[in-house]
């Protein structure tokens, strides 16, 4: 049944579980590839399949602006335009609103702001949030939820907050896309009373999972997780849990262990087409002259498709002369070590292993 969790493992406060969605079960822990514009940068769906991907994301704000969720909705929705069969999660367009919040004005019923594509004015609602996910029929929905900065005066995260909650309210009356689940959001930055206030109705809407937003924007690390960890056990373990932009190794197994359920990132595309490898124990510079002549694999043993064939000197040339192949090898490798990190964990907590899983991968040179 869609929207159904099952936990089938606990160690500590990591879980294994599976969740069904209308385009199939989900195992979690997952991470979640970032397909902003109805696509994965660089990447076909086959070779997503291929590579373990179970849910990718789609932005409800750049579709609704190009090339339209009414477009979307008549060619099929967003599985069929972008020929993807598995789950699709859609964020709801609030977190692009408030990055660009130089140009937005906010008030209890919505937000005003210039779109980045041609500067003309537009509103977003929590009503018409859920409209372009419904149009675009992902898996699951986002609530339109408020995400202010690091580092805000606590009266303007209370409002927050405050607003969060209400907008959440008015996305629960609105009709999803038949089995569309929809996901609650927490948020309080990192100020544990309001992440306490904020959690308890959220979850008293009923939402199908809750998510921890507002994190990721500018705190620090140690803030980031404890904050992460405080969060998890304030909401129900009866129902996933997802953190909203996290995906570098080291703060998806600390998410992993506090309790998280689900993950997503633009690291590891981003990272790739930037010219950089996700490698143990951080990241290569394939731009740096020292890998000219060097015949290793990005990584020893990796079974991605770059390192089964291609030597770092090849990958190297490729980046350096702005060939198409070369990054999208850095991705394939840079998204294989996300679901690979992520199965690991899946096995481990499986296996009552997990705290030594984490900290081989968290101690590794
Ligand atoms: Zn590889």
Not at 234 to 259: C, K, Q, T
Not at 309 to 334: C, K, M, P, W
Request: with cysteine; net charge negative.
């Amino acid at each position: 049944m869609t929207g159904r969790f099952d936990i089938v493992a606990t160690d500590g406060a990591a879980r294994a579980g599976v969740l069904e969605t209308s385009h199939g079960p989900v195992e979690t822990p997952v991470f979640m590839p970032v397909g902003t514009k109805a696509s994965v940068k660089a990447v076909m769906p086959g070779e997503l399949r291929d590579l373990g991907a179970q849910i990718v994301l789609g932005n409800s704000y750049h579709l609704y602006f190009r090339p339209g969720a009414e477009r979307i909705d008549r060619l099929g929705g967003l599985h069929r335009f972008m020929g993807w069969d598995g789950a699709i999660l859609t964020d709801s367009g609030g977190y692009q609103v408030f990055s660009l919040r130089d140009t937005a004005t906010i008030d209890d019923s919505g937000v005003d702001f210039r779109s980045v594509y041609d500067g003309s004015q537009h509103r977003f609602t929590p009503e018409l949030a859920m409209e372009i996910q419904r149009l675009l029929g992902s898996d699951i929905a986002m609530a339109f939820d408020e995400c202010p900065p690091a580092g805000v005066e606590r009266a303007k995260l209370e409002d927050a907050v405050r607003r969060t909650s209400l907008w959440a309210q008015r996305c629960r009356t609105c009709m999803p896309a038949p089995g569309q689940l929809v996901f609650g959001i927490v948020q309080g930055g990192i100020d544990l009373e309001l992440r306490e206030r904020s959690a308890a109705h959220i979850v008293s809407l009923g939402f199908d999972g809750h998510a921890i937003g507002g994190l990721t924007v500018g705190e620090s690390r140690e803030a980031m997780f404890a904050t992460t960890r405080a969060t998890a056990e304030m909401l129900p373990s009866e129902r996933p849990r997802y953190f909203m932009g996290i995906g570098d190794p080291e703060g998806v197994i600390e998410a992993i262990a506090a309790g998280v359920d689900m993950f997503d990132c633009v690291l590891p595309t981003r990272l790739g087409r930037t010219g950089s490898a996700l490698v143990t124990g951080g990241r290569l510079n394939l731009r740096n002259a020292i890998h000219a002549d060097d015949e290793r694999p990005l990584e020893e043993g990796c079974t991605c498709p770059a390192c089964a064939t291609f030597s770092r000197a090849y990958i190297r040339h490729l980046i350096t002369q702005d060939e198409i192949v070369g990054l999208r090898l850095l991705t394939l490798h840079n998204l294989h070590v996300l679901f690979e990190l992520v199965r690991g964990a899946r096995e481990a907590i499986r296996a009552g292993t997990f705290s030594k899983y984490r900290s081989t991968r968290l101690s590794a040179p």
